[in-house]
């Protein structure tokens, strides 16, 4: 019921702001978005199509005096996971802000830390793992319902973060779906997520500091995990049962960029007090503190080119690490690009890499094209192991 009330009162707040906006004549509206299509061919046999799918983005921008709004909305053709097809609210949310203040209330993507595609503090919005190696990592994140408040310094920002309802990450439990979650045959999965209730909000606070020779953040957050934990669970009637939950947890930590000459180095660091970790035998869960960081370093090389390298670590009673990597370099006046990038995940022995190109043919046209590589035994890639594929992309702007 709350969930629904906000998605009510949100849509109520934006066609205000937007009737208000086109009352003004000093404030016009900007229209814009883009068309792309992604089309991936399995490697190994029968060489299925394992990904095809087009999207329409719109997003609407109004804006008068100090006051502003921002709607964005997808329409979208999945061939291979129907359930997909359709149309969605992307992000919808007034904004007011001034020289020392500025206030964002609406659904929204909230990105923190510095980390690339390392989860350590940027707990807030939520993922959506349905095509997940498919996908960019900026287009898999999940909007959420949020009111976020900053205090603008000369040197610092003071920033609180409330969301009344939590949201979680989106799991491929479509069988259609070819990047769908591998489960044993004989168990079924049932995820008990938390009630939409006022009572698992999730708030938190973040300091940035901006120094000459650095940037630093100190971060404090109550959340929840946000992909389920998982244990096996023994019913009379029904016998095994995956089960799925999803338990609170306070996040402290904190991060730093420091750049020097052409290179970055990014740290991020935060303990997570409380959080739910699987048994090692599958039986259950128990609540532990755990330590989770990430160290990387990235090179704006000379003739334009780009060198990455990141370093992840978590110990939750056990050592998980994983190490990834792009190389990429800039051609043809800047009109391609040439990229290479993987993931090495220590824990499991599995990995994922990416040869990509793009092309612009001009202001308004893209093209993509590239080969991903996944392959491992167990965990996360494992389950994707025959998913290798070919892919190509082609986006329009308007």
């Given at each position: 019921?709350?969930?629904k009330?906000?998605d ?11 009737s208000w ?5 000093e404030s016009?509206l ?8 992604y ?10 199509w ?5 999207r329409v983005?719109?997003?609407?921008k109004?804006s008068?005096?100090n006051?502003?709004?921002f709607?964005s ?7 291979i996971?129907?359930?997909?097809t359709?149309?969605?609210?992307n992000?919808?949310?007034l ?5 020392w ?6 659904k929204q ?10 989860r ?8 959506d ?7 960019d990592?900026d ?6 319902n ?13 920033e609180f973060i409330f ?6 990450d989106?799991?491929p439990?479509d ?5 769908h ?7 079924n999965?049932e995820?008990e997520t ?7 909000c999730?708030?938190?606070?973040r ?13 404090a957050?109550?959340?929840f ?7 096996v ?6 016998g095994?049962?995956l089960k ?10 904190g ?5 020097v ?8 660091a935060?303990e ?5 970790v699987?048994?090692?035998?599958g039986?259950g ?6 330590f989770?960081?990430?160290v990387?370093?990235d ?9 990455m ?16 990597f ?6 043809l006046q ?11 995940d220590?824990?499991?022995?599995g ?10 043919l001009?202001?308004q ?7 991903d590589?996944?392959f491992?035994?167990e965990?996360?890639f ?8 070919f ?5 329009f702007?308007f």
């Amino acid at each position: 019921m709350l969930s629904k009330f906000l998605d009510r009162t949100l849509f109520a707040l934006l066609l205000g702001g937007f009737s208000w906006a086109m009352a003004q004549e000093e404030s016009p509206l900007q229209f814009s978005g883009f068309v792309d299509s992604y089309h991936a061919l399995q490697r190994e046999y029968p060489h299925d199509w394992i990904s095809s799918r087009t999207r329409v983005r719109g997003e609407l921008k109004g804006s008068y005096d100090n006051a502003s709004f921002f709607v964005s909305a997808n329409a979208i053709y999945n061939k291979i996971v129907e359930s997909e097809t359709g149309f969605s609210l992307n992000e919808a949310y007034l904004d007011y802000a001034n020289d020392w203040i500025e206030v964002k209330v609406g659904k929204q993507i909230v990105v923190w830390g510095v980390a690339d595609e390392s989860r350590v503090t940027d707990l807030i919005s939520p993922l959506d793992y349905t095509e997940f190696i498919a996908n960019d990592y900026d287009d898999i994140r999940m909007a959420v319902n949020a009111v976020d408040l900053k205090v603008l310094g000369d040197f610092f920002n003071g920033e609180f973060i409330f969301v009344p309802v939590a949201s979680f990450d989106k799991l491929p439990t479509d069988p259609a779906n070819p990047w769908h979650v591998r489960i044993p045959e004989e168990l079924n999965l049932e995820l008990e997520t938390p009630e939409a209730r006022i009572k698992n909000c999730e708030y938190g606070t973040r300091l940035r500091f901006f120094l000459e020779y650095l940037d630093f953040s100190l971060t404090a957050l109550h959340t929840f995990n946000k992909t389920p934990v998982t244990y096996v669970e023994m019913d009379p009637e029904k016998g095994p049962i995956l089960k799925g939950v999803y338990e609170p947890m306070t996040v402290l930590g904190g991060d730093v960029s420091i750049p020097v000459d052409a290179f970055v180095i990014r740290m991020e660091a935060a303990e997570y007090l409380d959080e739910a970790v699987a048994n090692k035998d599958g039986m259950g869960y128990t609540h532990k503190n755990t330590f989770n960081g990430v160290v990387g370093v990235d090179w704006n090389a000379p003739h334009e080119w780009t060198l990455m390298a990141q370093y992840a670590y978590k110990y939750n009673g056990d050592h998980l690490s994983s190490a990834s990597f792009q190389i990429s370099k800039s051609l043809l006046q800047s009109t391609m690009e040439v990229a290479l990038s993987g993931e090495y995940d220590f824990s499991e022995s599995g990995f994922f890499g990416r040869f990509a190109v793009q092309y612009a043919l001009n202001d308004q046209i893209t093209l993509y094209g590239g080969y991903d590589h996944v392959f491992g035994d167990e965990g996360f890639f494992g389950m994707y192991k025959h998913n290798s594929e070919f892919w190509a992309k082609g986006k329009f702007f308007f």
